[in-house]
């Protein structure tokens, strides 16, 4: 193992901590910035659609103009959007820096840093060992994003008990969301060439330069269902899910830090414990059959009659939520070339980035009816479900090389 693994996984750990510590406040800090539900879940739509483009042009090029050149400017457009969200709340101003910028309404991975990250893990390990890697490293982010989020609600919650404002203690959690790209930026300094793609003496063709030749077919299949489960799941981002406890049961920074941390731990051992349920089942119905039940539970949230029961629904969700997300990574980099992992995990970064960019300004319109905030649970558990089976269909039968 190079020195390049344990780095980017603290990088990884550093980042999902910035995205757990901003999300769990986001919403709320629009809200006190003067901004409706109506405006807060068109800003995360555009968020979303902005990053989808940006994560296209900096994935397709990372292989050809170089990962590590890539990976800082996408830390950098991650402090670009923190200083432009901590200053203003004027709505244009914010639309500008969510479509040009990096930042998550979800405490998910967004930008570029997944794809070419995991691109890069994926040629210092061998392939037996990529989907337990792969685990580890999940779970190593989602722990990050549970102390995050953690953190975040008991930073606001301390400040307002010290008599300052709802306002003024949500923005200093979005200037710790810059710090954090700062520090990411100087850290991907000093990623050695081990982490660039391999090259290759071949022609530079215009389809090899958009970094896609061989493994077209298969991966813009799987993007097409990946789109589906995003779109479903961005009806229940991180910030919207903390809005709506806020809004439903009157829950506070501190205890929706908790929750929050609760989940994400909870989604860290799940990840892990996919790698060795996948050794078994394979990776493909590691990918379903633990997806089916969470969504179940999804969408019994919203029918919880009291706190304690909707908190625990949304617990027992995150236990198995996550058992697909190493899994559908190291079978996307298991069924493409060498070459072409940067921009097929950026592909199928894209759409789910696109689908999910579609639906945070469906769940604002439901939020702002009494009678439908519990809506978009039941909605995207039901995509969700439609999309286990049509993943199964159509992929059982490709095998990585790892099951052949």
Same mark, same amino acid.
């Given at each position: 193992?190079?020195?390049?693994?344990?780095?980017?996984? +603290?990088?990884?750990?550093?980042?999902?901590?910035?995205?757990?510590?901003?999300?769990?406040?986001?919403?709320? @800090?629009?809200?006190?910035?003067?901004?409706?539900?109506?405006?807060?879940?068109?800003?995360?739509?555009?968020?979303?659609?902005?990053?989808?483009?940006?994560?296209?042009?900096?994935?397709?090029?990372?292989?050809?103009? #170089?990962?590590?050149?890539?990976?800082?400017?996408?830390?950098?457009?991650?402090?670009?959007?923190?200083?432009?969200?901590?200053?203003?709340?004027?709505?244009?101003?914010?639309?500008?820096?969510?479509?040009? #910028?990096?930042?998550?309404?979800?405490?998910?991975?967004?930008?570029?840093?997944?794809?070419?990250?995991?691109?890069?893990?994926?040629?210092?390990?061998?392939?037996?060992?990529? +989907?337990?890697?792969?685990?580890? @490293?999940?779970?190593?982010?989602?722990? $990050?994003?549970? +102390?995050?989020?953690?953190?975040?609600?008991?930073?606001?919650?301390?400040?307002?008990?010290? #008599?300052?404002?709802?306002?003024?203690? @949500?923005?200093?959690?979005?200037?710790?969301?810059?710090?954090?790209?700062?520090?990411?930026?100087?850290?991907?300094?000093?990623?050695?060439?081990?982490?660039?793609?391999?090259?290759?003496?071949?022609?530079?063709?215009?389809?090899?330069?958009?970094?896609?030749?061989?493994?077209?077919?298969?991966?813009?299949?799987?993007?097409?269902?990946?789109?589906?489960?995003?779109?479903?799941?961005?009806?229940?981002?991180?910030?919207?899910?903390?809005?709506?406890?806020?809004?439903?049961?009157?829950?506070?920074? $501190?205890?929706?830090?908790?929750?929050?941390?609760?989940?994400?731990?909870?989604? #860290?051992?799940?990840?892990?414990? $996919?790698?060795?349920?996948?050794?078994?089942?394979?990776?493909?119905?590691?990918?379903?059959?633990?997806?089916?039940?969470?969504?179940?539970?999804?969408?019994?949230?919203?029918?919880?009659?009291?706190?304690?029961?909707?908190?625990?629904?949304?617990?027992?969700?995150?236990?198995?939520?996550?058992?697909?997300?190493?899994?559908?990574?190291?079978?996307?980099?298991?069924?493409?070339?060498?070459?072409?992992?940067?921009?097929?995990?950026?592909?199928?970064?894209?759409?789910?980035?696109?689908?999910?960019?579609?639906?945070?300004?469906?769940?604002?319109?439901?939020?702002?009816?009494?009678?439908?905030?519990? $809506?978009?649970?039941?909605?995207?558990?039901?995509?969700?479900?439609?999309?286990?089976?049509?993943?199964?269909?159509?992929?059982?039968?490709?095998?990585?090389?790892?099951?052949?």
């Amino acid at each position: 193992m190079t020195r390049d693994t344990p780095l980017l996984f +603290t990088t990884r750990i550093i980042r999902m901590f910035g995205y757990g510590f901003l999300s769990v406040v986001l919403a709320l @800090y629009l809200a006190q910035r003067g901004l409706s539900e109506g405006d807060i879940g068109l800003l995360f739509t555009l968020t979303l659609a902005g990053d989808a483009g940006i994560t296209l042009w900096l994935t397709t090029s990372a292989d050809r103009i #170089g990962r590590r050149r890539m990976l800082i400017v996408g830390a950098l457009l991650m402090v670009m959007a923190g200083v432009v969200f901590s200053l203003t709340g004027n709505f244009m101003f914010l639309v500008a820096a969510a479509i040009i #910028g990096v930042i998550s309404p979800s405490g998910n991975e967004i930008g570029p840093f997944l794809s070419i990250e995991q691109a890069a893990l994926s040629q210092l390990v061998a392939d037996a060992k990529r +989907t337990q890697v792969f685990a580890w @490293y999940n779970l190593a982010g989602s722990f $990050a994003t549970a +102390t995050g989020a953690l953190l975040g609600g008991a930073l606001a919650q301390v400040l307002q008990n010290a #008599g300052y404002t709802p306002l003024y203690s @949500y923005r200093a959690v979005v200037f710790g969301y810059t710090a954090v790209g700062l520090l990411l930026a100087f850290l991907f300094l000093f990623l050695s060439k081990e982490v660039e793609a391999p090259r290759l003496v071949e022609e530079v063709t215009l389809e090899r330069r958009f970094g896609l030749h061989r493994s077209r077919g298969v991966v813009f299949r799987l993007s097409s269902f990946f789109a589906l489960d995003a779109f479903a799941g961005g009806l229940v981002v991180q910030s919207m899910v903390a809005y709506w406890f806020n809004v439903k049961f009157g829950v506070q920074p $501190a205890l929706l830090g908790t929750i929050f941390f609760a989940a994400n731990i909870l989604a #860290g051992i799940s990840a892990l414990s $996919a790698a060795w349920i996948a050794k078994r089942i394979g990776l493909i119905n590691t990918m379903v059959y633990t997806h089916i039940p969470s969504n179940i539970l999804l969408i019994l949230v919203p029918f919880m009659p009291t706190l304690p029961l909707a908190i625990t629904a949304l617990l027992l969700r995150f236990s198995i939520s996550q058992m697909d997300v190493p899994t559908r990574q190291s079978y996307t980099m298991a069924v493409v070339s060498p070459d072409e992992r940067s921009a097929a995990m950026g592909v199928t970064s894209i759409s789910r980035s696109v689908g999910a960019s579609l639906s945070p300004a469906i769940t604002g319109q439901f939020l702002a009816i009494p009678g439908l905030i519990g $809506a978009p649970f039941v909605i995207a558990g039901g995509l969700k479900v439609i999309y286990d089976v049509l993943i199964w269909r159509g992929f059982r039968a490709v095998k990585p090389p790892e099951e052949k």
